[in-house]
């Protein structure tokens, strides 16, 4: 077969073209000038087109709407993994506890025990004495769901995919189930001391159990009163002081540009200030956005107060916002939902959201939450992100010193600005987040109290010295 | 090679290409045309006529279009207190305090504060209870504002941008803003105050453009921008409010930075002396001047 290459299509002529009338090969000299001219025109008229194309294809595209959150917002977002519990206690008999956290080996099957039997939980909420709540952590079976925030029972409903309950309810921080008795549920609001009882009849066996030998961690419960320092119930420590190590962080990540454009209507509308100090700002000269060289990052929107956002949408909203700006971090838990101070009260302006996330069973946190945000019904209005990768436990590995120390230099005010500490309302380890913008090489473990007015103060859980922010 | 055979390949190529060409440039001008739109009279008049709602009146001329422009790098122009301040004060020079990111020098009667990120200003004190004094007229503290740059070496691209007297405060305002590539980047400035002693208030923000960055992109109209001003008319306070120029440039803060971009704007300069910045991308407006200023 014959080959017909480029060449084939133009074959070169087989026999030379026979001269006519003896004059020159090619035909009359003014054609072939004009010829030429006519091709020299069209190769110049080409070039100029071919430019002028050029430019005007550098010129800006109109910049597409800012869609990307609302329809991430529209497509729904699952809540409930931001609002699982943040530790499960399996009271057993005998007045033993053991705790679960997060990512530990029973966990999960507690947690979905406690999901399949929730449901059936749907009778009124009777306001009880807290007194039988400490019963049923002393007595009997019980499970205690350690809620991450204060939200209401409906809330929680909504965001772990159940039905929703006849009425919203009070605002809850626990849950505990009891299987000894007077079966049923119990739903706390525990920083505040009051509880709720469900009276649906619950039996052992409507708990499986199903725990891996060796789960769980032996923890006991604080006394109420120490020293003077009244404690909320239910605070539970390690039984015995356990010997952790920090967290090594590994190199830091820096969010490209590309991803630092994206937290603007219009992306390349932002442009870049190139901080002394290492920090990259960008701003479309609305919002900005400051990119630590630490990786953190700060973002701000102003935005009127109003219209006011309820609990509910502004989790959505939030989930929604990370899921638009790099995804929801593993291990998140939303710790914190309140009014910003300067509003009123929820629903009257600004709401503020915390999330805090955990590794190695521990919350991080320090001055800041991980994630921190305030919004309306407009949206974010600031954001800040201290995300430090881990590389895992750090060399170094001491034994904890026992809270009983710890509130005891409290009480004696070797800390001076602690010593006016009446209540605490909860007590826990935790590795310590550095503030915005600040370096640090691992990550420490400490002592966390926390007072009924949010504040928090942290120790070193290895020497047992304040850490300030 | 068959010469004529190949001219008429070529020809036929070229015709062919061009025709495709000329068919691409059509529309693209087309389009271009369309985010270009040339203000008719009737959108003159609505625009007049929702500026004087607002209580403002139109600039006599204004730029019917501008080309598309990229953003603008710029860099801090690094300046030496130490030496700065041996200039200003001599041998006398008095000891420096420093605060994070500025250095003061003063002696009681005059100031020097120069910055990390380059900003100088020099001040003289009033003297106290002093007697109201004659204002230095425009063409003299012009002059002498011209002559002190000269001395001091006038830096390269710099373009008078006002004159005006501040009769409250006794003073006639010089200002010399920075040119770069034709357009003027507002806030790289240097400042002059002159009552009858002499100069009062020297401020220098001087920026060194490292050159357009990005791509080019289109502004907003100078009617858009307009626009703009008349809906936020609330902003400003009573009164007849005559604008006096729109022009387009570069406009930005001094960043405590290594080097920034910059965006292009329209200033809106009322008759009064307030300005006011808008984004030439978006017509928001990036920041209200000071009255004077």
């Known amino acids: 077969m014959r080959r017909l290459g480029w060449r084939g299509l133009f074959p070169p002529r087989q026999n030379p073209p026979k001269q006519q009338h003896g004059g020159k090969r090619g035909g009359r000299p003014g054609a072939e000038a004009f010829g030429s001219l006519l091709l020299a025109v069209l190769v110049f008229l080409s070039l100029f087109q071919t430019g002028r194309l050029w430019y005007f294809s550098h010129l800006p595209i109109p910049a597409p709407p800012a869609e990307y959150d609302l329809q991430v917002e529209r497509s729904g977002v699952d809540l409930g993994e931001l609002l699982q519990p943040l530790a499960i206690i399996l009271h057993q008999e005998g007045g033993k506890h053991l705790e679960f956290r997060p990512g530990q080996p029973g966990y999960s099957s507690l947690w979905q025990e406690g999901l399949a039997l929730l449901p059936l939980q749907d009778g009124p909420l009777i306001p009880v004495a807290y007194a039988e709540v400490r019963q049923a952590r002393q007595e009997g079976v019980a499970v205690e769901y350690i809620l991450p925030a204060r939200l209401t029972l409906d809330q929680y409903r909504q965001a772990w995919g159940l039905e929703r309950g006849k009425e919203e309810g009070p605002t809850i921080d626990r849950l505990l189930l009891r299987f000894t008795k007077t079966t049923g549920s119990y739903f706390l609001d525990n920083g505040q001391g009051e509880a709720y009882f469900s009276g649906k009849s619950l039996t052992v066996g409507d708990l499986s159990l199903h725990l891996p030998r060796g789960a769980g961690n032996p923890v006991t419960e604080l006394p109420t009163v120490f020293r003077g320092i009244s404690l909320s119930e239910g605070l539970y420590v390690p039984l015995v002081s356990p010997v952790i190590s920090g967290l090594a962080l590994a190199p830091t990540k820096v969010a490209s540009e590309q991803e630092a454009r994206l937290f603007f209507v219009d992306p390349s509308l932002a442009r870049k200030v190139e901080e002394r100090d290492g920090a990259v700002f960008y701003t479309d000269g609305v919002g900005g956005l400051r990119i630590y060289p630490t990786g953190d990052l700060e973002y701000s929107l102003p935005q009127p107060d109003r219209p006011p956002v309820k609990s509910r949408a502004a989790l959505q909203k939030v989930a929604a916002f990370l899921k638009a700006h790099g995804g929801i971090p593993e291990g998140s838990f939303v710790k914190e939902i309140r009014p910003n101070p300067s509003s009123?009260?929820?629903?009257?302006?600004?709401?503020?959201?915390?999330?805090?996330?955990?590794?190695?069973?521990?919350?991080?946190?320090?001055?800041?939450?991980?994630?921190?945000?305030?919004?309306?019904?407009?949206?974010?209005?600031?954001?800040?992100?201290?995300?430090?990768?881990?590389?895992?436990?750090?060399?170094?590995?001491?034994?904890?010193?026992?809270?009983?120390?710890?509130?005891?230099?409290?009480?004696?005010?070797?800390?001076?600005?602690?010593?006016?500490?009446?209540?605490?309302?909860?007590?826990?380890?935790?590795?310590?987040?550095?503030?915005?913008?600040?370096?640090?090489s691992y990550l420490r473990p400490v002592w966390v109290l926390e007072t009924p007015a949010g504040a928090r103060y942290s120790f070193d859980a290895w020497t047992g010295t304040p850490v300030y922010p | 090679m068959d010469w004529p055979r190949a001219k008429a390949i070529l020809i036929l190529a070229f015709s062919l290409l061009n025709i495709f060409l000329g068919v691409l440039t059509f529309s693209s001008r087309s389009s271009y045309r369309d985010r270009w739109p040339v203000p008719t009279q009737a959108d003159i008049r609505r625009l007049e006529d929702r500026l004087k709602a607002a209580g403002m009146t139109l600039p006599a001329s204004w730029p019917l279009r501008t080309a598309p422009l990229p953003f603008l790098l710029v860099k801090a122009r690094p300046v030496d207190g130490e030496d700065l301040a041996k200039r200003v004060f001599g041998i006398n020079t008095p000891g420096v305090s420093n605060r994070p990111g500025e250095k003061t020098f003063s002696d009681g009667r005059q100031t020097l504060l120069v910055t990390d990120s380059g900003v100088i200003r020099y001040y003289r004190e009033s003297p106290a209870g002093g007697k109201a004094q004659k204002v230095p007229d425009r063409s003299e503290a012009k002059g002498q504002a011209e002559a002190f740059l000269n001395r001091r070496g006038l830096p390269d691209g710099a373009r008078l941008d006002l004159v005006q007297q501040d009769m409250a405060r006794g003073r006639t305002v010089v200002c010399f803003t920075q040119v770069y590539e034709g357009l003027e980047i507002y806030g790289s400035e240097i400042w002059l105050e002159y009552s009858s002693r002499g100069l009062e208030e020297y401020r220098e923000k001087w920026l060194i453009p490292v050159g357009f960055t990005g791509e080019k992109r289109m502004l907003v109209s100078p009617l858009e921008a307009l626009s703009r001003v008349a809906e936020r008319a609330e902003a400003f306070p009573a009164g007849e409010r005559a604008i006096e120029s729109i022009s387009p440039g570069y406009y930005t803060e001094m960043y405590d930075a290594r080097q920034w971009e910059v965006p292009p704007v329209w200033r809106v300069r009322f008759r009064d002396g307030t300005i006011l910045y808008l984004n030439a991308y978006t017509g928001e407006p990036e920041k209200k001047g000071e009255t004077g200023k």
């Open chain 1, 344 to 440: 009123q009260a929820m629903g009257e302006g600004r709401v503020e959201v915390s999330v805090v996330l955990l590794r190695e069973g521990l919350p991080l946190l320090g001055g800041n939450f991980p994630l921190e945000f305030q919004l309306t019904e407009n949206g974010v209005s600031r954001f800040t992100r201290i995300l430090r990768p881990i590389s895992g436990p750090s060399p170094i590995k001491r034994t904890v010193v026992p809270v009983e120390n710890l509130l005891s230099q409290v009480v004696k005010g070797e800390d001076e600005p602690r010593r006016q500490i009446p209540r605490l309302t909860n007590v826990y380890l935790a590795y310590y987040l550095p503030p915005l913008g600040v370096p640090a």
